[in-house]
């Protein structure tokens, strides 16, 4: 694949979850509904401001690497609940 056709895809794919980003919780539902696709899902919590940046290396020659992600990340599906709390 050249460069510029991964652009595009590149390209395509921010103009769509930038589209899908300011659509309403009750868009998505009716969407879901006219396609037969009940999700199960929970919202644990809303929206927090914070985040939580970590530096690091694997090794002694290795370059370094920053992980930055939000001070709570918190996502429930039918099989399994996943807490990650930094605080």
Request: hydrophobic residues 40%; glycine residues 8%; aromatic residues 4%.
């Amino acid at each position: 694949m050249t460069d510029t056709a991964e652009n595009q895809i590149a390209e395509d794919r921010r103009t769509r979850m930038a589209l899908l980003s300011q659509a309403s919780p009750n868009a998505f539902a009716k969407q879901w509904q006219k396609l037969g696709i009940d999700p199960e899902f929970e919202i644990l919590r809303g929206p927090e401001t914070g985040l939580v940046s970590l530096k690091g290396r694997i090794g002694e020659g290795a370059r370094p690497f920053r992980l930055v992600m939000p001070q709570r990340l918190a996502s429930r599906s039918g099989l399994q609940t996943i807490v990650l709390d930094m605080r």
